[in-house]
């Protein structure tokens, strides 16, 4: 009996030493509002070893939280290499969140402040649930690889700050040519207004140069039409026709007498040119520097009403401005006075009766190498044409300001700038 007893003592001591060590992970659980937590944790590991040689198998368990009281024992994370516990956090019928923990030997009771592990620093979860550390590789991130062959790749010419072209294998290249050129859709580059290194066979929306005042016949094209039958020449938007309407040598072109453009008239042509391109050119783009109704006086001294200022750098020579401006005068009690300034140079100064209910100009300036040409046009309700032409010497290339100026000849009328415009055509 005596032997029987000391067998059973020694076999619960073998048991008992047996049973890994637990650690006891108590704390009392909040939600952000400040209320207590209650829901389900659920607790899982992959199989490790413990500190006391004990084999820990796959596996997890369900621990309730009520009124925020969690308890429960686990067996210390083994360190190196690195295990932890994935802890699902559930409430309100729903996954509320994941962590890590890493539960350290301890014979007093932890809170879970001090198994808590970032997952930053803890690693990455695989696809089996197993925690890696270190770096990794393209081929673990699933179709990381096919997308990255799937991407353009640099080509040998690959340029910073050039218009991207494809090669023939794929790959981005930089274009190739000056900085002015034009890029073409096979990644060619070459001058602009040109193709297969050709000059443009067309010229559209071309504006023929000549003052309209109702007696000059003569106008000059920017270029040369070629066949000079090609020439389709608008008035006001009507088409003339060759010989009946007008003459054409070389790159002029004659209204004849009971033709000829009057104030107020636009004249736009379009023809081919010589050469066997096959990409029409337009003349650049007119550029609208100022525009504005402009303000009124009651002033009997000359009193500004509008004005145009045009920044240093934007005019070149060869540049032509041109200079639109209306005036309304309403009263009966007396005439008044008008002009506009180009600068310090006087474009034109004219006095309107009391019937000029209504006055318009139309200016030029045709920008020099120094200085400019100028000429105006001006005619009212009673007020006459007239036309005019000076020359210039202001310095355009540090900026010049356009201005319009008015006065009453006396009390009681008003004269107002009904609308203006300043556009520059290169």
């Known amino acids: 009996m005596i032997r029987r007893f000391f067998l059973a003592v020694l076999c619960l001591a073998a048991m008992r030493a047996a049973t890994p060590q637990l650690t006891t992970i108590q704390d ?20 490790f070893q413990s500190a006391d040689s004990a084999d820990i198998v796959t596996q997890s368990l ?32 729903k996954v509320q969140f994941q962590e890590l923990w890493s539960v350290p030997a301890s014979n007093q009771p932890v809170r879970v402040s001090a198994v808590r592990v970032n997952s930053a620093t803890a690693g990455t979860i695989n696809s089996g649930g197993e925690i890696t550390t270190g770096p990794v590789s393209e081929s673990q991130v699933t179709g990381l690889l096919a997308d990255l062959a799937a991407r353009p790749l640099e080509g040998a010419a690959f340029t910073p700050s050039r218009a991207a072209v494809i090669n023939a294998l794929g790959s981005i290249d930089g274009a190739n040519g000056n900085p002015s050129d034009c890029l073409h859709v096979d990644g060619s580059s070459g001058a602009c207004g040109s193709s297969s290194g050709t000059s443009a066979s067309f010229m559209d929306g071309d504006s023929p140069a000549g003052i309209v005042d109702g007696s000059n016949n003569r106008f000059t094209l920017s270029q040369t039409p070629s066949p000079a039958a090609s020439l389709a020449l608008y008035r006001n938007g009507i088409m ?70 045009i920044p240093a750098g934007v005019l070149l020579a060869g540049d032509r401005v041109e200079i639109h401006f209306d005036l309304a005068h309403t009263g009966t009690a007396s005439g008044f006075t008008f002009q506009a300034n180009w600068g310090a140079t ?35 309700t009673v007020l006459p044409f007239s036309a005019n032409v000076m020359a210039a010497a202001d310095a355009y290339a540090s900026g010049v300001t356009i201005n319009f100026q008015g006065m009453l000849a006396a009390a009681g009328d008003t004269l107002t700038l009904a609308n203006y415009s300043v556009v520059r055509i290169p």
């Open 28 to 47: 009392v659980l909040y939600k952000a509002d400040g209320t207590r937590f209650n829901g389900l944790l659920t607790i899982s590991w992959n199989s």
């Open 240 to 309: 003339q026709k060759a010989t009946q309407d007008y003459t054409v040598s070389g790159s002029t072109v004659t209204f004849v007498a009971a033709n000829v453009p009057q104030p107020g008239d636009t004249l736009l042509a379009s023809y081919r040119l010589a050469g066997a391109g096959g990409t029409g050119q337009s003349n650049p783009a007119p550029l609208v520097l100022c525009t504005g109704t402009g303000a009124s006086t009651t002033s009997t001294a000359m009193s500004p009403i509008g004005a145009c200022a």
């Open 62 to 93: 369900t621990v309730k939280v009520l009124t925020g009281n969690l308890r429960v024992q686990l067996v210390p994370s083994p360190t190196t290499p690195p295990s932890y516990y994935t802890v699902v956090y559930n409430s309100d019928g």
């Open 346 to 380: 006087q474009i034109l100064n004219r006095t309107g009766a009391v019937g000029d209910a209504l006055v318009s100009v139309r200016a030029e300036a045709g920008v020099l190498a120094a200085g400019a040409q100028l000429s105006a046009q001006s005619w009212g």
